[in-house]
């Protein structure tokens, strides 16, 4: 029979997974509103799953408190339980985030010709793929997934700053494009925001695993040590 402790770990960990699944709808449901897509409902059942979020979020902090208050968990669990508590941390503003993308896309007029010209789209997907592999990264606690994260978030950031750049220079040529320019440009700092809380997850994953606390910026220096 299971222990009490084992009971909180492994509930600790459902909850985990559930609300990185909630927040993976939220980034799916605000690029689906900033690329106009038709199946998209107005972006209201974000702020619905935001809630379920936070009452989660809650719950993440009493199993940890009372686990903290009642147990002494060794290494290996200290360290799955103060990387929950981070990665909910960065849950919760990816929510955030998206949250503000969808009121972002609504503000956007023709906003369908500029994400077209400056290829916004593959960015918004690029960050949809971060997240998934981010849930996935935290199931598994794959190495390999968390390399692969890095190097996304890389191309991201990349990506981001390349858009934004072309954005500005269009809204230096074109008045007629310097609201939806500037929404747009916000929009891609909330993207590429999402990219690097999803990797401060897999560097917390990395730490649960390897007890090594790894940057991703640093982690191509790492795997030429090993």
Do not use: W
């Amino acid at each position: 029979m299971a222990s009490y402790f084992e009971i909180e770990l492994d509930k600790l960990k459902s909850i985990i997974e559930k609300i990185g699944k909630l927040a993976e709808s939220q980034v799916s449901e605000s690029v689906k509103m900033l690329l106009q897509e038709p199946e998209v409902a107005e972006g209201k059942s974000i702020k619905k799953t935001e809630n379920k979020i936070d009452k989660l979020d809650i719950k993440i902090d009493e199993i940890c408190q009372s686990i903290f208050a009642l147990q002494q968990p060794v290494a290996s669990d200290l360290r799955f339980i103060m990387s929950a508590m981070q990665i909910s941390n960065e849950i919760e503003r990816i929510g955030d985030l998206s949250i503000s993308i969808v009121k972002r896309s609504k503000n956007i007029k023709e906003k369908h010709d500029l994400i077209v010209k400056f290829n916004i789209a593959d960015v918004a997907r690029q960050v949809e793929l971060i997240t998934v592999k981010t849930n996935n990264c935290f199931i598994t606690r794959d190495g390999n997934t968390i390399g692969e994260i890095f190097v996304l978030n890389k191309e991201i950031r990349n990506n981001c700053e390349d858009a934004i750049h072309d954005i500005i220079n269009e809204m230096k040529v074109n008045s007629k494009a310097v609201v939806s320019g500037t929404n747009l440009v916000i929009i891609l700092k909330h993207l590429e925001r999402i990219s690097e809380h999803c990797t401060n997850i897999a560097e917390y994953v990395y730490f649960m695993v390897n007890a090594k606390i790894i940057k991703h910026d640093k982690f191509d220096n790492l795997r030429s040590e090993d």
